[in-house]
């Protein structure tokens, strides 16, 4: 089975200041890679995903992940934020079985 | 295009009744699945529906049970509500053979 670690639970930033999202997975087989954005009250949203071929993943709104095979990691980074960007973020993994396993989340509060 | 749709939006239940949250799926999706999210977790995998059979089971009691319509909708029963099962519900639509899923924006269900 497979499982996904966010090693931070809540993580504070200004207005365009860098952000970095840190995720570990567990898996004996070939993993795919997801990372979903969750506001409040409301459902989940599909941000960015690995599946195969180029390991930096990139999202229309500026944020990209890393799929580190070696490092089994799959880090969501932001060069510059917006409040807008106020969430939560799930990492989540799957295998051939295809039922998503979610981290814990981390909370991201932008702040001007 | 229509997105994953869920109903109802918020449910209150009383302890040891049953209750039955509806999905409907993403346009041209085939497959649904149910996920737990408890206040401040990740969501947990409940079980997959393809094809109106039961695919894959998570780690839930025999009172969580489901079922897909020949349009695809599905249904989550749970019966004898404990005051534990107060969470959001999610559904997530996929096609048979992809491992990307989208979600709906989720029932909260508040047991009392």
């Known amino acids: 089975a497979q499982s996904v670690t966010q090693l931070d639970s809540q993580v504070p930033v200004f207005e365009e200041a860098p952000v970095e999202l840190r995720c570990n997975y567990s898996s004996s087989v070939s993993v795919y890679l997801f990372w979903y954005v969750q506001y409040p009250n409301q459902g989940l949203q599909l941000l960015l995903k690995y599946l195969s071929g180029s390991t930096l993943v990139k999202s229309i709104n500026g944020f990209e992940a890393e799929f580190n095979k070696s490092q089994t990691s799959f880090h969501l980074r932001k060069p510059s934020v917006h409040i807008s960007d106020t969430a939560e973020y799930f990492c989540?993994?799957?295998?051939?079985?295809?039922?998503?396993?979610f981290g814990a989340g981390t909370t991201v509060t932008v702040r001007a | 295009d229509a997105g994953v749709t869920q109903s109802p939006t918020h449910l209150i239940k009383t302890r040891g009744q049953q209750v039955t949250l509806r999905c409907s799926p993403k346009s041209g999706h085939d497959t649904v699945s149910w996920y737990q999210q408890a206040l401040g977790q990740g969501p947990q995998f409940i079980f997959q529906y393809y094809e109106e059979e039961e695919r894959q089971r998570g780690n839930f009691p025999d009172r969580f049970s489901g079922h897909q319509f020949p349009n695809y909708s599905s249904e989550l029963n749970v019966n004898a509500l404990l005051l534990g099962d107060s969470a959001l519900y999610l559904c997530a639509s996929s096609l048979v053979g992809q491992s990307e899923q989208y979600f709906g924006p989720g029932t909260r269900l508040t047991v009392t």
């Open positions: 989540a993994v799957t295998t051939n079985d295809y039922k998503l396993s």
